[in-house]
């Protein structure tokens, strides 16, 4: 039976797709999410995304109280996601969670909403191999990102940006599209982070004022830390990307996807790219 | 029987508080709102509202299909809306709509999400005529409202910097708070549009770059510049409402609040916030 379904969503550990119209979720986008690849029944980065979580419900001032509950629901629920995905013997399915306030009072007070919302979905997801390989081209998106650095890192629900950056663009010419904040910095890409690389230098964009922490940025930071070469953590505009040697953005669902195009510069697939991408596959996030 | 129920929701014009875990308006904030005074079976406004409404999902994005669509619920919930608020034999109601993209494709691109959903719900509300009478004392709030042309005076549901906001206070003794930008120049309240007298003359913010352009913001302007008073629409930091000799806060539900303190600064409630209050009792907004 549960393998003839395509997918599972579980709300507050129990299996439904529908929330209340009242939850501040919808009303104001109060909350957060995290999207985490399970591979061969593995949660890739789970500590990772756990991490980012509980400092998000924190900044956004979640009771201690709520936390308990969400983390009480997400262990049930990530344990019936992974089981589900075993048993639907696809080798990459996608988990997301959403966490909200829940319901509470009129208005944007939330003193007293201590009941928060956790959905839990599974779903089959098939990698983009040809993507991972071959590399993609990047849209330039007019869409800025603007600047809070009491929002900025956060994977937070409020992605307007986001989706007026990603209607830019249709058609498969463009996998994905560059975004820079109001002041003209390169942040990241409208689903993914981003690193270029310049005399053997790896960059990434300075994410204090704008854009999120993703999951893999900070394991290719680590990784690459690991092995004595630190990412230059940076603002800077679009230039730096003109004379980089090699450019690739990244996600935790996607992988790495090497960039061979934006604007009027092209790239090949670099090296330095190409050993993490290695060090990915190797280390199976 | 309808007597007796304290308030109505209406998704997509059939009863109903539930709405599908999918729905970009959960996932994305990817929506809008509207709240409007419904006074002796009377939307106050409601071109306005209609307006903003339209005008946000164009700048959204939203097709011509959708937003016949989004149209055609409304026009059907606000006539139910109404008829319940009547039968609540409730002087004054809320009614809120909130309009989403619904559901789509996985991710932020939204090409093919064509069905949006429309919620419309109506409850009694007690206007605060305390609140209006004396005045109010607003609080400084710390969290800053990022600036976004592409997003500016959009009633949409992305409000998390409202959320954080309101919460760095709590008691009685604030009905308000005020939010600057990141740079420092005066915006809005957490849940009001600002207003401030100098000499005779009126001020309110500009909101090209940050807020929310309110519908009663927009009548007091144009009922202001009916009689020959321009209100200047200006960009100014913290220092312009020390100078002021009235300061008031407004929204279409609350009306309009005389600000009595702000930080170290006291107001008695003003011969012209008076006038503005005496033309939206005769106006019946």
């Known amino acids: 039976m549960l393998s003839r ?15 209340s119209c009242k939850d501040r979720g919808l009303a104001y986008g109060d909350g957060l999410f ?13 500590a990772y995304h756990q991490e980012r979580l509980r400092q998000g419900l924190n900044r956004l ?22 089981q589900f995905a075993i048993n639907l013997d696809s080798a990459c399915c996608v988990m997301k969670w959403i966490v909200t306030r829940g319901e509470g009072v009129r208005g944007y007070n939330s003193s007293g ?20 390989k071959q590399g993609v081209r990047v849209f330039d998106c007019n869409t800025p990102l603007a ?19 990603r209607s830019e663009w249709d058609g498969e010419e463009y996998a994905e599209g560059l975004m820079l904040d109001t002041a003209g910095n390169l942040i990241e890409g409208t689903m993914s982070n981003l ?30 830390s690991e092995t004595g070469q630190t990412v230059q953590i940076v603002t800077l505009g679009i230039n730096a990307l003109k004379e980089a040697d090699e450019v690739f953005v990244c996600n935790s669902l996607i992988g790495v996807w090497p960039v061979v195009q934006f604007l009027d510069c092209h790239w090949d697939v670099g090296s330095i790219t190409l050993d993490i991408q290695k060090r990915l596959d190797e280390a199976e996030v």
């Open 5 to 19: 379904m395509k997918s599972l969503t579980l709300i507050n550990s129990v299996e439904s797709d529908l929330i």
């Open 34 to 46: 995290e999207t985490i690849k399970i591979l061969k029944g593995n949660p890739c980065l789970l």
């Open 61 to 82: 001032g979640f009771s201690q109280q709520a936390i308990t509950t969400v983390e009480a629901h997400l262990t049930a629920s990530i344990e019936a996601a992974i």
């Open 113 to 132: 909403a201590d009941h928060p919302t956790v959905i839990v979905s599974v779903a089959p997801y098939v990698t983009d191999l040809a993507k991972q």
């Open 147 to 165: 600047r809070n650095p009491f929002l900025s890192g956060l994977k937070h629900l409020n992605r307007l940006e986001q989706v007026l950056a």
């Open 195 to 224: 690193f270029w690389v310049n005399a053997g230098v790896v960059y990434t964009p300075d994410l204090s004022q704008s854009g999120i922490e993703g999951t893999l940025r900070r394991f290719i930071i680590q990784s690459l």
